[in-house]
């Protein structure tokens, strides 16, 4: 079981930046892969960034250039740095952790946090 809690949000203007936190606890944090996605209303959830248990990251078009995902095993964290933000960046984002063990997928998630983009 792995408790995830993020952290960060909230409203800004276009063009500004806010980094989000997701602090986990309640398991070996280093064996999960960890992503970052995000839901705006009447839209489906979608992974806008992951990082892989052995640091290997991508990120999805949309925000590629702008957010970067990075983690910190030490911390037990995960950050996305969101730089340049859109209004169409403004959704819930959920932090998420994953693990494949013996063919089964584990997913874990945070309750999430708003991040509002606007003027």
């Known amino acids: 079981q792995v408790q995830l809690v993020e952290s960060g949000g909230g409203l800004v203007q276009p063009g500004g930046s806010l980094r989000l936190s997701c602090a986990a606890s309640?398991?070996?944090?280093?064996?999960?892969?960890m992503g970052w996605y995000r839901q705006a209303p009447g839209k489906q959830r979608e992974l806008v960034a992951a990082?892989?248990?052995?640091?290997?990251?991508n990120h999805a078009d949309s925000v590629k250039g702008r957010f970067t995902i990075s983690r910190d095993n030490a911390k037990n964290t995960v950050y996305l740095q969101m730089n340049s933000l859109k209004p169409e960046d403004t959704a819930v984002y959920y932090c998420?952790?994953?693990?494949?063990?013996?063919?089964?997928?584990?997913?874990?998630w945070g309750q999430g946090t708003q991040v509002t983009v606007s003027s």
């Open positions: 309640g398991s070996i944090f280093s064996i999960y892969d």
């Open positions: 990082v892989t248990s052995g640091g290997s990251t």
């Open positions: 998420n952790a994953g693990r494949l063990r013996f063919g089964v997928r584990y997913d874990y």
